[in-house]
């Protein structure tokens, strides 16, 4: 996996840096409620929310985080839905 974090501001001071991140030790990404794991070459896949499942995998992760989270997140925080469409397909969080 290699991930790349860049901005789409090319004018404002804190988009001057791009960060690249790749062979990690493990990997989380969510999809609304679903959740996938990676660690080696074990893969797990479940149901859970996604803020319950990050901060259980960095309980397990002896190590730095890189990644991401995505605006839907706010759905499993409070009672809201997103109408718009997702023609991306990028998961809702990422690391």
Known sequence: ?????????????????SYLAAEPEATIRAHDDQIFETAGNKKKEYSKNPWEAL??????????L????????????????????????????YF
Not at 1 to 17: A, G, K, N, R, T
Not at 55 to 64: M, T
Not at 66 to 93: R, W
């Open 66 to 93: 890189f990644g991401y989270l995505g605006y839907d997140l706010k759905n499993h925080i409070e009672q809201l839905h997103s109408s718009n469409d997702d023609p991306v397909g990028a998961p809702d969080m």
């Open 55 to 64: 901060r259980e995998f960095r309980n397990r992760v002896d190590s730095w």
């Open 1 to 17: 996996d290699v991930m790349l974090l860049h901005s789409q501001s090319e004018h404002h001071p804190s988009s001057q840096i």
